[in-house]
């Protein structure tokens, strides 16, 4: 079975196609992504703080979801604005916070003027973008001189066994790339790619650190349906499957979870995420 990362490297990407995938899967996630949210709010408070934000702070949120990392900038007294190019996404994180403007957008033409943020921040974005590079050189645009950007992406599948799991689990079933989900981006960019990634957009003093923790899931089932309704592309590749694919994807991931298994305490995932962040000159 070729992996996303795999599958990207063999086919052209179709950063058209990829964002029209991507944006059809978030679209249908705005309510199922609760599952993640845990996870992901724990990178929040290293996010801001590689991006300086404080008090006052002009900060973009980009790739807002639910509005979490927003919400945290805004508790730090920031001046917020959350953006998405899921317009579903976008309502719930009105609902959630209606003191933040959330506006639909994508990160491959931000809806912003020159110079106009202080920061830009992104948790678990840039890998769902068709033209990462475009994206890095649009946050490079709205950033005033001097101001930061700092991104979030999942770290390589055999340190974060969050999407590891399923990714082994789809290898370990022998199963083919499904028709229908095209091929992306890198995936699990490592520090080296994201600080080539970030040079090549302009920034300087650009460095990337790692966060582990473990997220705790109560069972196999739980986790195997949180991942399919709180991601897209790594669901896309057992969902896509006939059935019996499909079953045998899931035996395999039953085993390979196993090792995680706590005693009395369910399961003890490790998560493994990189920050990286970059100023602009
Ligand atoms: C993994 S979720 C992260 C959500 C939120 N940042 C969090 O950490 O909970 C990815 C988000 O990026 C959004 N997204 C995907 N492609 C995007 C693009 N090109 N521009 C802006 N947002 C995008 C999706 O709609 C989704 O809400």
Do not use: K
Not at 30 to 40: E, G, L, Q, R, V
Not at 121 to 130: D, P, Q, R
């Amino acid at each position: 079975m070729a992996d996303a990362d795999a599958t990207a490297t063999a086919f052209a990407v179709d950063a058209d196609a990829f964002n029209r995938f991507q944006l059809a899967g978030w679209e249908a996630r705005a309510d199922s992504y609760a599952f993640f949210s845990p996870m992901t709010r724990r990178v929040g408070g290293a996010l801001l703080a590689a991006a300086c934000v404080a008090a006052g702070t002009e900060v973009l949120d980009v790739g807002a979801g639910p509005g979490d990392l927003a919400a945290a900038a805004a508790d730090l007294g920031a001046d917020t604005v959350g953006m998405d190019v899921a317009p579903s996404m976008v309502r719930r994180a009105a609902l959630a916070h209606p003191a933040i403007p959330f506006r639909v957008g994508s990160f491959e033409q931000i809806p912003a003027g020159e110079g106009v943020f202080d920061a830009v921040v992104g948790n678990f974005v840039l890998n769902h973008v068709g033209r990462p590079e475009l994206a890095l050189r649009e946050a490079a645009r709205v950033l005033r001189p001097g101001g930061w950007l700092a991104l979030s992406s999942w770290d390589a599948p055999h340190r974060n066994r969050l999407l590891g799991l399923m990714l082994d689990a789809v290898t370990a079933a022998g199963a083919a790339v499904p028709p229908g989900v095209p091929a992306g981006p890198v995936s699990y960019p490592s520090a080296a790619e994201l600080r080539d990634s970030f040079l090549a957009a302009g920034f300087t003093d650009v460095g990337t650190s790692g966060i582990m923790f473990e997220a705790a899931v109560p069972d196999a089932a739980t986790l195997w349906q949180g991942l399919l309704d709180s991601a897209v592309r790594v669901p896309a590749h057992v969902t896509a499957q006939p059935a019996d694919v499909q079953a045998r994807i899931r035996s395999a991931f039953d085993d390979l979870v196993a090792v995680h298994r706590r005693p009395g305490a369910g399961l003890a995932v490790p998560v493994s995420v990189l920050v990286t962040r970059g100023r602009r000159p």
